[in-house]
Every structure is written in structure tokens, then in C-alpha cells.
């Protein structure tokens, strides 16, 4: 069998659409913050966005995060490339040291697939630091702020990872679908006919 799936716009908006819906998303967990990981989860967080202003009539603000995990970056080793996650981008707007406020939000990360967890864990990790941060020079006590984070993906491939998500966190854990440990092609990495790799998604199982 073809261990190559792919994927394309129309299903991934089918995707977002029956888990807005299965998940209660913009109500049940109605997030005021999005944090799209650069550059697979952009696409699917403009899609959601719009779902969940169908509800509520906002926009919700999206914030991209650059984050590197199988991308070859300067000064880095064959041993690191596809174990350690590196920091492209992070979150700031207004000036070189302004920080979007993150105190009491409802933050989703999103991203396209939760593959190692790698990535998921590590951004995680830095924006609790964040919130830790600005709840201090806030004067609150860790916690305090009642800050929330969640997370969506579009695909969680069913292996076993190699960290896990808090259970605060996991309590707040989207997945529109999720697949076997296979190689998840997206229609935004197609260079060549789209009209091609959708008659492939198209048949594809």
C-alpha cells in the first residue's frame, strides 16, 4: 500500500468544519487567541477563524510562531535536525519589546498534524514561560491570570510520541481527524498540478 495520503483544501475544510462542531469549538472552548505554527498550521487557522466567527460574529486575532523541527537552519548539526525544535519566530507585535498580553486568554495553537509532539510540547512549553512572565510583572502568582492554552490540529497520527502535553493542556486537545503513521502530503506542498493532487486526494484511502 501507499503510505503517501493526499490531502486537499476541500477535505481539510470538511475536516476543521465537523470538529468546530464535534468539539463545541467557540463554545465549549471558545478561544479569544490564535497561535498558528508557521508554516503548516497558517491555513488551517484562517479556516477556523472563520467557522468560529460564524458564531460569534468576531474575528479572532491569529499570531504566527515560527518553529523548526525537520528545516536545515544555520550552525545546525545532521544530530539535531529532526530532534530538537528551534525558534524562527515568536509572538510580538508593537515594537521590539512588546508582547502580545496573554493574561486571561483562551489561547489555541493550531497546527496541521501532531506527528512527534515534538513541536506541539515545545511550543507549549515556551508560551506557559511567557504567561509565567507576564503574570509576575502583572504581580499575579502563577496560575492567576486563568490564562487557558489548547490545542488543534488537523491530523494526530496514532504512534507513539516522543513527549507529552501537559493535562491541562491535553484536557483542551482538538484533533479534526486522526490517521495512521503515514506520510500526510497537504495540498499547500504541492508544486506541481493541484488539479492532479486533488484527483489523487480524491481516491486516496
Known amino acids: 500500500m501507499d503510505t503517501k495520503l493526499h490531502i486537499s483544501y476541500n477535505q481539510i475544510h470538511s ?15 471558545a478561544p479569544d487567541l490564535m497561535i ?34 525537520y528545516e536545515q537552519l544555520p550552525g545546525m ?4 535536525l529532526g530532534t530538537q525544535v528551534a525558534k524562527t519566530q515568536w509572538l510580538n507585535f508593537g515594537g ?13 495553537i493550531v497546527d496541521e498534524v501532531d506527528d512527534s509532539r515534538t ?4 511550543a507549549v512549553a515556551e508560551l506557559e514561560k511567557d504567561i509565567r512572565e507576564q503574570e509576575l510583572k502583572a504581580g499575579l502568582q502563577p496560575g492567576e491570570s486563568g490564562t487557558e492554552i489548547g490545542v488543534f490540529v488537523v491530523y494526530n497520527k496514532d504512534k507513539p510520541k516522543a513527549g507529552e502535553l501537559p493535562a491541562h493542556v491535553m484536557e483542551r486537545y482538538f484533533p479534526a481527524a486522526t490517521t495512521p503513521d503515514r506520510w ?22
Open 15 to 29: 475536516l476543521i468544519y465537523g470538529a468546530v462542531a464535534r468539539f463545541g469549538l467557540g463554545s465549549a472552548y
Open 36 to 69: 498558528a505554527i508557521g508554516g503548516g498550521g497558517f491555513i488551517p487557522a484562517r479556516i477556523l477563524r472563520s467557522f468560529l466567527k460564524a458564531q460569534s460574529g468576531a474575528n479572532i486575532p491569529i499570531q504566527a510562531i515560527g518553529l523548526s523541527l
Open 77 to 80: 548539526d545532521a544530530e539535531t
Open 96 to 108: 521590539s519589546d512588546t508582547l502580545v498580553s496573554l493574561l486571561g486568554r483562551k489561547i489555541l
Open 119 to 122: 513541536t506541539l510540547v515545545y
Open 184 to 205: 500526510l502530503f497537504f495540498p499547500w506542498d504541492c508544486t506541481t498540478d493541484i488539479e492532479e493532487h486533488t484527483r489523487l486526494a480524491n481516491t486516496s484511502s
